[in-house]
């Protein structure tokens, strides 16, 4: 149960089901919901050590693979995410190819997972890499031929699935919570 106050006035909320203390139900606006969901989305994805980067292969199959996600730039949206890989490997070859990829992050001691979907794109030029840059990268990529075959990968949500203890509706687990985004970031509740 999740305990909600505002000045004088407190409600507490068992899955989606608002009430206040006195059992009167407390009603909420859509975008009141969605923003909490996107509230708790954030937090997990905050929270999560690494994350999955899934992607579609070649022969119709399906790789996942544990990333270490990079620290936000100035002026980046919310909802990007972004990794740095090597140009020569599958998972740049798979990016490449199909361009839709799915970002998996869980924080299980929350009982708290969101995958994010969404349109994958490769920033391999000079000046882009250039800007991207850390010096921390020079232990992944030392020669001078792995630092020319650095690239980043931009990740920018289409659509979150959500599963969070306390967030999404209970039974936890029963249904997945699907918020998709529109323009700009006029997210939308699809289902849950």
């Known amino acids: 149960m999740l305990r909600l106050t ?5 409600a507490d909320m068992a899955g ?4 206040s203390l006195d059992g009167e139900e407390v009603p909420m606006s859509a ?4 923003n909490g969901l996107l509230a708790g989305a954030s937090k997990t994805m905050a929270g999560a050590r690494s994350c999955w980067l899934v992607t579609s292969t070649g022969d119709g199959g399906v790789d996942a693979r544990p990333m270490g996600r990079l620290q936000a730039e100035p002026g980046d949206d919310a909802w ?8 020569r490997s599958h998972k740049a ?10 970002v998996i992050f869980e924080v299980p001691a929350d009982d708290a997972y969101v995958t994010l979907l969404g349109r994958a794109v490769v920033k391999d030029s000079a000046p882009d890499v250039r800007r991207l840059w850390k010096a921390a990268y020079d232990a ?16 920018a949500a ?11 509706p209970e039974p936890f687990a029963a249904q997945t919570t699907l918020l ?7 997210w939308r509740l699809v289902a849950g």
């Open 6 to 10: 505002i000045g004088d006035a407190t």
């Open 180 to 186: 998709e985004r529109g323009a700009g970031d006029d």
């Open 93 to 102: 070859a798979d990016i490449r190819r199909a361009g839709k990829v799915a």
């Open 80 to 87: 990007l995410v972004r990794f740095i890989t090597d140009a």
């Open 140 to 155: 992944f990529f030392p020669s001078e031929t792995d630092k020319a075959n650095a690239i980043f990968v931009e990740i």
């Open 31 to 34: 975008q009141e919901d969605v």
């Open 16 to 19: 989606n089901d608002w009430r």
């Open 158 to 168: 289409e659509r979150l699935e959500l599963w969070i203890r306390g967030v999404t």
